[in-house]
């Protein structure tokens, strides 16, 4: 016996209901339930800007090209003040640009190494992890207001590589130096002109350790005596910084090291008394360079106003075995480490060898992948666990395990925001809001799996208006995490890098005209573009794109039986436009008699409601059914669509639907 009257099948919305788990959501097989208000895939939706209505999402508007370079490998934004934030982009090949925006200027600043991959800004200057530092000058040629470029040069610089020598010479009795041994190290000083003062930066010294190689004895009885060193000398770098060479002496009779002076003459002699000089700067044997540069970009950070290097390290300290170690710069001075007495050890794995005399590649397969500041912590993450420092300087910090099973695959796939920390592990995407790690990739587990391991490390992520959101420029989608709603959407483009910044608005280049708060700017993959995303709420990259909102499938409680569909149903606020629903059936599987073949109906939306639809007979039959919507706005639209609901009216035949 079958029913006729019609009554409600099956519907969609209200959209995005404010529930945690939400099942049938991006699952392979559609789930058989009775309320299918959420969904099993969404591309280009909103569900938060009209209250729980289906809406577009908002999209891109192009910020800024760069002709100069062919594939924007690295980006990071240069707040310099409030209103003059710089963007730098390096393409694959190693050049490097960057925009002013408050002068709408590109400059080119030529080939910089290895393409950087991550960054930060500490005390006013950017330090990237190819080993290059980046700083404002004055330049009375730039074309812009005020007068001031951006220059580049190496994060810290190299010992001194010039072989100094040692003589003594004949001086007035007054110079004299007294009869002792006097042993010398030097460094090398280099002077970065700023727009606020000279930075000046010292470098490792040489001769400071045993055997301490420069050194000259002033025996008794010499006629009086100085000593002359030759071999020095200052100058202007490639990059246009200056240096010169700083002199430091101990002796038999005062074993400190002492400055004695910085020059940039070739020779000088040095006439100096210990009592002298035992007021000067101690020599500080810091200076030495990060592990950074020549092809390595291993995590970057700014953490307490240090500088922070998460690297794989193996040299003769440590017995040629690799270290997992993380580096820490003075207070201050993101440029100056020091690679004995501010360096923390991550695992302790990492530090005693297996095997004797067994060359390992990496510690045990772990890399280090990640530096994220959270809140008061700074976390490193390596591919299978996760650390946190604690402490507040070099007498206390210390390396502490966090996640001992959790680590992280995506060096640039960690997002903070509404103090929460979420990441991308090979397990799938977690949070951290300081006390509870909470897995939330079960509704878009299946997804994932479409990806592979490859794709999953080049996640992107980023922080938008309570969305935690992820790229995956390969497959050209990002994931999008509403942490208020536990829900889930997609995006059907992606980025490649990204800059973001939560206190201005989502178009840098119109703070007034911004959509939304909270801008992002990101590379366009493969290209030399950067877009600013979620400025435009109607269309993206100016032109409009399709919303798809795809319900599960539905056996309405009752799989055995046969349902009628008859009517198809949307109700939304009288609009310009369309929209389409598809009726899919039996999850568009064939059968002996043919395949359910979906229907699909357009709808008018200037329609007032009632907006409904007769299904044709021939598709009116099935046992499990679901429905799609997709609309997208028309040209020239001034807002964005929204849909409020799609139903299914029609009735079910208590009888068993039996296919042979």
């Given amino acids: 016996m079958a029913a006729t009257d019609s009554t409600l099948l099956y519907g969609l919305g209200p959209f995005g209901g404010m529930k945690f788990q939400r099942p049938g959501v991006f699952v392979p097989v559609r789930p058989m339930t009775d309320g299918p ?20 999402g908002y999209g891109r508007t192009e910020f800024i090209q760069f002709p100069n370079l062919i594939g924007i490998e690295g980006l990071i934004r240069y707040d310099v003040d409030s209103i003059r934030p710089y963007w730098i982009a390096q393409d694959s090949t190693g050049r490097l640009n960057y925009y002013d925006l408050k002068n709408d200027l590109i ?10 991959t991550e960054g ?32 580049i040069t190496q994060w810290q610089f190299p010992k001194y590589a010039g072989t100094p020598t040692l003589e003594d010479v004949s001086v007035p009795p007054e110079d004299e130096l007294a009869p002792q041994r006097y042993y010398y190290a030097f460094t090398v000083v280099t002077t970065l002109t700023t727009i606020n003062g000279p930075i000046k930066q010292e470098s490792a010294p040489i001769g400071a350790n045993a055997p301490y190689p420069y050194h000259l004895d002033i025996k008794q009885g010499d006629e009086p005596a100085a000593i002359q060193i030759s071999g020095l000398g200052g100058g202007t770098n490639a990059d246009g910084t200056t240096y010169a060479i700083r002199i ?30 035992s007021g000067n700067a101690q020599l500080p044997f810091s200076g030495q360079q990060p592990p950074v540069g020549s092809g390595k970009t291993w995590p970057v950070a700014e953490y307490l106003d240090r500088g922070w290097v998460f690297a794989v390290v193996k040299n003769a300290a440590t017995q040629q075995q690799p270290q997992t170690q993380l ?29 004797t005399m067994v060359d390992y590649a990496v510690p045990y397969g772990e890399q280090p992948v990640s530096l994220t500041k959270f809140g008061s912590l700074l976390i490193a993450q390596r591919e299978g666990d996760s650390w946190f420092v604690t402490g507040q300087d070099q007498n206390t910090f210390q390396v502490i395990t966090l996640f001992d099973s959790v680590g992280s695959i995506a060096p640039n796939g960690g997002v903070v925001g509404r103090g929460i920390w979420a990441w991308l592990a090979d397990s799938g995407f977690w949070t951290f809001d300081g006390t509870n790690l909470n897995y939330i990739s079960d509704d878009i587990w299946e997804l994932l799996l479409t990806f592979t391991p490859g794709t999953q490390t080049t996640a992107v992520g980023f922080y938008w208006q309570n969305y935690f959101c992820w790229s995956f ?19 059907p483009y992606a980025l490649s890098n990204a800059s973001a910044l939560r206190s201005a608005g989502s178009n840098p280049a119109n703070v007034t005209g911004s959509a939304t708060f909270n801008q992002v700017v990101g590379v366009r993959p493969g290209t030399n573009i950067l877009d600013s995303w979620f400025s435009d709420p109607i269309f993206d990259l100016g032109l ?39 009726l899919h059936r039996n999850l568009d599987q064939p059968t002996k008699t043919g395949q359910y073949k979906p229907y699909t109906a357009t709808f008018d939306l200037s329609v007032p409601y009632p907006n409904l639809q007769k299904v044709p007979q021939e598709y009116q039959e099935c046992a499990i059914l679901s429905l799609e919507v997709k609309f997208q706005p028309t040209v020239g639209a001034t807002s964005p669509v929204q849909i409020w609901k799609a139903e299914a009216y029609g009735s079910i035949k208590r009888e068993f639907a039996l296919r042979v």
Wanted: glycine share 6%; proline share 8%.
């Fill in 107 to 116: 400059t080119d600043l030529g080939i910089q190494g290895a393409p950087f």
């Fill in 473 to 491: 420029p390969a497959n050209n989608i990002t994931l999008c995490w509403h942490a208020p709603t536990q829900q889930w959407s997609t995006l």
């Fill in 544 to 582: 409009p794109v399709e919303s798809d909102w795809q319900g599960p499938a539905s056996d309405v409680g009752t799989p055995a039986f046969t349902k009628t569909v008859t009517y198809l149903l949307v109700e939304a606020p009288p609009q310009p436009g369309s929209c389409t629903v598809t």
């Fill in 327 to 355: 580096w820490y710069s003075n207070v201050g001075q993101a440029w100056n480490f020091d690679d004995v007495a501010q360096v923390l050890l991550v695992g302790n794995e990492a530090t005693t060898p297996a095997q």
């Fill in 248 to 277: 430091y002496r101990q002796s038999t009779n005062q074993p400190i090291w002492f400055e004695v002076t910085t020059t940039t003459l070739a020779t000088y002699i040095d006439t100096a008394t210990d009592q002298s000089i």
């Fill in 37 to 56: 208000s959420d969904a099993y895939f969404t591309s280009f939706i909103d569900t938060q800007r009209f209250h729980m209505a289906a809406t577009g």
């Fill in 120 to 151: 930060f800004q500490c005390d006013g200057n950017i330090f990237l992890n190819n080993g290059m530092q980046i700083y404002v000058t004055p330049d009375a040629d730039y074309p812009g207001m005020p007068k001031q470029a951006l220059a």
